[in-house]
């Protein structure tokens, strides 16, 4: 245990908001005394920094064994992937780097890559945070540092040169501070109502191209990245995944990225699907509003499946409802949730369950989150373990940029996004006033953190040949499906 996770409080908390604005603001002047914005430039490895394979393994002990070599094979594509699956790492690589002590809910895994478009519960297309694991209060700079260090490694990735790496990093950085200064002077309800439309994305992409910051190419790119959103709807899930056996819907297997609950050989798959039936009612419980449409729907099937990077070896069902017919169906992914990678330094969760977690931070953070998403509590699993799950839409509308095609122009307006977008949660969660004055309108902090991601980029280059050799060594297996 670290000197600084002594100091910190047993239980991960956000402090309740003042309305002594001037207060807030004097709060963040005197953070910036305490922890000046320069203080987050640097990164060097301590002399008793963990060995990132060792964590890696550890974090692997409470999942599936069957998928983690899996999970290894797919963090293994390149030093992107492998970041994507190192959450647990840079979180004890934070734990030991400058702390602002200004508070927020934290995604906790802020990459990239965690950004998309999804309909929101008022049926528009939104851009916003996606994934909340690792949700937790924590210091602002942590998601920060994380997002703009998956920029610098994705464009190293695709092969970008010094000036746009920087260009990039830089962008991420100064659309989350001007966001913050933004939000910190609107009124109270325009700041905690504040969203990303992408209509509003899609007037940013024209204006580059209008001011020869972007190719025709790159925006027609975007126009077809959201009209297949579009499509990535229930049915289109329903296409992809359902079959029908003796006039039964059922959902066709793929293993091992797709099990039907009936396949699995550890379990007693009717005990399963009466607990996950039972478990559905409870969940209900958890829902934001009493009368909720998930009350028309009935159980038909479900299978187990393998989501993302980070994830693998987590367990996770998707299920398959319907409502009036056979024609109406709906998805929905119960995906565990076990404890935050950041609770170990950040202290424990007021929340006793994982999922309750995740959704209570998820809400807070997301403009507008599915209306279907909750938690179960202790959903026992085939071995008899009670573990914690929420449960959300598999899909409805979602859609993300590949970090693969990106070009430097695109980069930077899509890095400028993800900042303004990160910036807009920590102004609902934590004091968008106190962190407005503690960033400041100078480039200080641009600047500071561009630095830290180019610095953490090599350490993350080193740590995945450290990860590759392992697997050639025969020390962790990687097996892709």
């Not at 299978?303 to 024609?327: C, F």
Request: hydrophobic content about 40%.
């Amino acid at each position: 245990m670290s000197d600084r996770e002594r100091d910190r409080p047993t239980t991960a908390r956000l402090d309740p908001k003042s309305e002594d604005f001037d207060a807030r603001r004097e709060s963040g002047r005197a953070a910036r005394a305490h922890t000046p914005r320069r203080s987050h430039a640097t990164w060097a490895p301590t002399a008793t920094r963990p060995d990132p394979v060792a964590l890696l393994e550890a974090q692997a002990e409470t999942r599936d064994p069957l998928l983690i070599p899996l999970r290894h094979a797919r963090m293994s594509v390149s030093p992107f992937t492998f970041y994507r699956g190192a959450a647990v790492i840079m979180a004890a690589d934070l734990d030991a780097a400058t702390d602002s002590g200004v508070v927020v809910q934290l995604c906790g895994d802020a990459h990239l890559s965690n950004f998309g478009v999804f309909g929101s519960a008022e049926r528009r297309l939104v851009f916003d945070i996606n994934d909340f694991d690792e949700t937790l209060p924590g210091p602002f700079e942590w998601d920060v540092k994380r997002l703009v260090a998956s920029i610098e490694i994705a464009a190293r990735h695709r092969g970008f040169d010094d000036d746009d790496r920087r260009t990039a990093r830089l962008a991420a950085v100064r659309g989350y501070r001007e966001q913050i200064l933004r939000s910190a002077e609107v009124s109270v309800l325009d700041a905690w109502y504040d969203t990303v439309p992408v209509e509003h994305v899609k007037e940013l992409v024209r204006r580059a191209v209008d001011d020869d910051h972007l190719g025709k190419k790159q925006m027609k790119r975007f126009e077809s990245a959201v009209a297949k959103a579009f499509t990535q709807d229930r049915m289109k899930v329903f296409s992809k995944l359902v079959t029908t056996e003796g006039g039964r819907m059922r959902i066709a297997a793929d293993p091992p990225l797709i099990v039907p609950v009936e396949d699995i050989q550890t379990i007693d798959h009717e005990q399963t699907e009466a607990k996950m039936q039972a478990a559905l009612h409870e969940y209900q419980r958890t829902l934001t509003t009493e009368r909720h449409p998930i009350a028309e729907y009935s159980y038909v099937h479900m299978a187990r499946t393998v989501p993302g990077v980070g994830s693998v070896g987590t367990r996770t069902w998707v299920v398959l409802l319907k409502g009036r017919d056979d024609a109406d169906p709906i998805f929905l992914q119960a995906k565990e949730a076990q404890s935050s990678v950041l609770e170990r330094f950040l202290g424990a969760s007021e929340y006793e369950e994982h999922g309750e977690r995740v959704v209570r931070g998820q809400r807070v953070m997301q403009a507008s989150s599915d209306i279907f998403l909750g938690w179960l509590r202790g959903y026992p699993d085939d071995s008899g373990v009670q573990r914690d799950f929420y449960i959300r839409q598999l899909k409805d509308w979602k859609g993300s940029i590949d970090p693969e095609v990106m070009v430097p122009s695109g980069a930077a307006l899509y890095a400028r996004v993800c900042g303004e977008t990160l910036a807009r949660a920590h102004g609902r969660s934590g004091d968008r006033v106190q962190l407005a004055a503690y960033l400041g309108t100078s480039d200080v902090f641009d600047e500071s953190i561009s630095a830290f991601a180019e610095a953490y980029a090599d350490q993350n280059d080193l740590d995945y040949r450290a990860f590759m050799a392992a697997i050639a060594s025969g020390r962790i297996e990687a097996t892709p499906a």
